[in-house]
């Protein structure tokens, strides 16, 4: 009861910064369900680690509680904010985003009768049900997910919760073709940001879905069955919502790749970005071949014309992907005796130097003015937007991006489980014991910089044909903040946590595009957050769960030893 | 089997070994004791090809490996089991030992091993789940331990295997390393405990500041009253 009511307050806090920064004006006629999905995952959260004791009515008793309090407080809040509104109190100099907008998106009413004081008090009525029905779900979702050996665990346990779990993405899938559809109204005209969020959301329960999923060849259907789903996307979504998608998964691929670097191999790499770049430039110099000064003056006068692309998108992944490893290489060989805080800053320094280069070497990358104009994958000779209307450009991009992230994920999967993958976790634990366990250290760490920064290039050609034009200005070191905060964020070494990393960093932010110069803030205080409350990650691996949480491992017997003799027993002991 | 010709070893400027000859015949436990600095650990650091020597040879039955990386060197069979119980602290005890046997491909061969190490230390085996780092001192030396002989090692280099432990537990790792040694390790073993090393040993050296001070037969050391002047304390 009291837990319940402390999370109330903690959620009516989150909710009124929500409030504050605009996020209801955004969501418009969504912004009901939406809030009330947010908070129930919030919800879902906090009980999770609080109710871990809890029997099931417990637990659904905080659950609601907690939905009821933040419903109550946040309706307190509204209205004390519609009454000054509808009163005419100048409330904008002082909190911007309260305005009628905001207020009627949350009461689900129109705008005017905020202004004109007309609002019922049913429309509060249902809002506060919202909320407290988010409690409810989210003790629920609990009781759902609930795993492990505790008794009170298996005796509050709902049976076939898992199917629910599983069954979730589909539904949410669905959802979407159905909201895609001509003549649907739900959410009003404009569904893109809610529509988004929904794919967001489906992709990142379709994760938790393969989770629940037995091993197996229950494993293998689902994530058959999710993969047709995603494969299935590009074709029903619209330009924006297929554009930020295909961010989300070109970052799904950098982030695999950099999580083999930092999660398998644990050598902290900072300027990952530069291998990014050197993938995009690469690609950009193959393709537009007349935006590089340098190369088209050089082709001129072999006698080639410089106006078409010397190669073609697929030709070229090999190119881009072997510039990128021979970088990865380059840094690797300086780095070798280097651990922790000063790889770091020498990783740093690289990708600021690819960065310098592109801007500097303006013959060959044209400078700060970019490669410009480059050329489109093709499917066998054909822009397969060109052939269907159902594809845009965006989402042929995504289509790409998803089977690259595949490919990606399956080399990341198989690498885990071999030789190498072992010698990784051993080096990461500790060099010198590994060496003495016989791993070349050598091999292993410029293999491990190698194959991720080959990763990298993949996703950084995909990057430059999204672009279309690239300039030095997009391979900042923000991008390989990026990329490791999400592997942070979904779980290091994680494979799914990677994704779930990439459409929470790189998703989530566009759906709150609305609310931009909070958004940053926001970030921020999910990972400060995320560090303190789960410091494995969202979805992290196995391993990685076991070595934060260590200390709930059963502990080791006492009675046999003391480990430090004291000095009487030294001398005693064997004469 | 294993000779060390004169070996010179430096960190940086500071020379730690200064001439160093030893050998350790096929089947035998030759123990290095010595007080701290002497350079014991320096010595089995330059076996097993973790630091270089500046001038000298080490010769593993006839051919030279010093100059030869670390891991080539454990993959001719010198398997150093660290000091300080250096284990992987957050792969589980299963991991561990499985890292052991990184360079072999023989699987059958390995779950043999993987059996007898099992067999001699069942503590091991109670434990086979959990994280190295939670286990006891006692048991992570044996986890060490364990992992150097999943190389099949010819010869093990074991470093300060009592470091830290209970009396009870030193009797019970030295008896360890005469049942390995019995199923054909050549062992060499270096120890502070001179007295229950130099019991379990058939030869010994005796290192001080960077030289050999003594050698010879283990109960002839243990009798001499230089060696129970300086290092047995009587």
Not at chain 1, 184 to 197: E, H, P, Q, W
Not at chain 2, 38 to 43: D, L, V
Request: aromatic share 8%; charged share 15%.
């Amino acid at each position: 009861m009291k837990k319940g009511l402390n999370t109330g307050l903690t959620a009516f806090a989150v909710l009124t910064y929500l409030i504050l920064i605009g996020l209801p004006t955004r969501l418009e006629g969504a912004a009901q369900p939406v809030l009330a999905l947010l908070l129930a995952l919030f919800f879902f959260a906090v009980l999770r680690s609080q109710g871990k004791e809890m029997g099931r009515g417990e637990l659904l008793q905080s659950g609601l509680v907690a939905g009821l309090v933040a419903g109550l407080l946040v309706v307190a809040e509204i209205g004390f904010f519609v009454g000054l509104l509808a009163d005419g109190v100048k409330i904008q100099p002082v909190f911007d985003k309260v305005v009628p907008l905001n207020m009627a998106a949350l009461l689900n009413v129109r705008a005017g009768a905020i202004i004109n004081g007309e609002t019922s008090l049913l429309a509060y009525a249902i809002l506060t049900a919202y909320l407290t029905g988010a409690g409810l779900l989210g003790g629920l979702l609990v009781l759902f997910t609930r795993s492990g050996t505790a008794s009170t665990v298996r005796s509050t346990r709902i049976p076939g919760g898992r199917w629910l779990v599983i069954l979730l993405p589909f539904l949410l899938f669905a959802f979407i073709y159905y909201l895609g559809l001509d003549g649907v109204k739900t959410f009003g005209n404009d569904k893109n940001i809610v529509r988004l969020l929904l794919v967001l959301v489906a992709t990142g329960a379709g994760l938790f879905a393969l989770a629940a999923a037995k091993e197996g060849v229950e494993k293998l259907a689902i994530g058959g069955l999710l993969a047709g789903v995603l494969l299935f996307l590009p074709f029903v979504l619209n330009q924006f919502q297929n554009s930020v998608m295909s961010i989300v998964f070109i970052f799904v691929m950098m982030g695999l790749g950099l999580n083999i670097v930092v999660g398998y191999a644990g050598l902290l790499d900072l300027g990952y970005v530069a291998f990014f770049a050197i993938g995009a430039y690469v690609y950009a110099f193959v393709a537009a071949p007349f935006s590089s000064p340098y190369i088209s003056s050089l082709l001129t006068g072999m006698g080639i014309s410089p106006d078409s692309p010397l190669l073609g998108y697929w030709s070229a992944i090999p190119l881009a992907m072997i510039t990128a490893a021979i970088g990865g290489v380059l840094l690797g060989i300086p780095v070798l005796r280097l651990r922790g805080d000063y790889l770091a800053i020498v990783t740093l320094g690289f990708g600021e130097i690819i960065r310098l280069f592109m801007l500097n070497l303006g013959d060959l990358t044209n400078g700060p003015r970019g490669l410009l104009q480059i050329a489109q994958p093709t499917l066998f000779g054909v822009a397969p937007s060109a052939l269907t209307s159902h594809l845009d450009a965006q989402g042929w991009i995504f289509l790409l991006a998803i089977f690259g992230s595949a490919v990606v994920a399956f080399v990341a999967i198989r690498l885990n489980d071999s030789r190498l993958g072992r010698a990784w976790v051993a080096m990461r634990e500790d060099e010198d014991v590994a060496q003495a366990t016989g791993i070349h250290l050598v091999q292993t760490k410029l293999l491990a910089f190698a194959i991720g920064a080959t990763f990298a290039g993949l996703a950084g050609q995909l990057y430059a044909a999204r672009q279309i034009n690239i300039f030095p200005e997009n391979f900042s070191l923000f991008v390989s903040i990026d990329a490791l905060a999400l592997i942070i964020v979904g779980g290091m070494g994680s494979i799914p946590g990677v994704v779930l990393g990439a459409l929470a960093l790189k998703g989530l932010p566009e759906v709150l595009r609305g609310v931009d110069e909070y958004r940053i803030v926001a970030f921020a205080t999910l990972l400060i957050v995320m560090m303190i409350v789960r410091p494995e990650g969202i979805l992290p691996s196995a391993r990685r769960r076991r070595e934060l949480h260590s200390a709930e491992a059963p502990p080791p017997d006492e009675s046999d030893v003391s480990d430090k003799p004291t000095d009487g027993q030294l001398e005693g002991g064997r004469a | 089997m294993l000779t060390l010709e004169n070996i010179h070893t430096y960190y940086d400027r500071i020379h730690a070994l200064k001439g160093i000859s030893l050998t350790v015949e096929q089947g035998e436990i030759v123990t290095l004791i010595g007080s701290n600095g002497a350079g014991k650990t320096t010595t089995l650091n330059t076996i097993s090809g973790i630091l270089t020597p500046k001038e000298g040879t080490v010769y593993l039955e006839g051919e030279r490996i010093d100059h030869l990386p670390a891991h080539t060197v454990t993959h001719r069979g010198v398997v150093q089991s660290p000091e300080g119980r250096k284990i992987f602290a957050r792969l589980t005890v299963q991991e561990n030992l499985e890292m052991g046997a990184f360079n072999r491909n023989d699987d059958d061969g390995i779950a043999s091993d993987y059996e007898r190490v099992l067999t001699l230390f069942p503590r091991l085996r109670e434990r086979i789940k959990q994280p190295g780092g939670t286990l006891s001192g006692g048991e992570q030396q044996m986890l060490a331990m364990g992992r150097a002989m999943m190389a099949r090692p010819r010869i093990l280099l074991l470093d300060e295997p009592s470091m830290g432990l209970a009396p009870i537990l030193v009797e019970q790792i030295f008896e360890i390393i005469l049942e390995i040694n019995s199923q054909g390790t050549t062992i060499l073993l270096v120890e502070q405990n001179a007295q229950a090393a130099l019991q379990v040993a058939h030869r010994g050296y005796v290192m001080e500041t960077g030289t050999i001070r003594l050698s010879g037969d283990a109960k002839t050391l243990l009798a001499d009253p230089q060696v129970v002047e300086a290092y047995l304390g009587f």
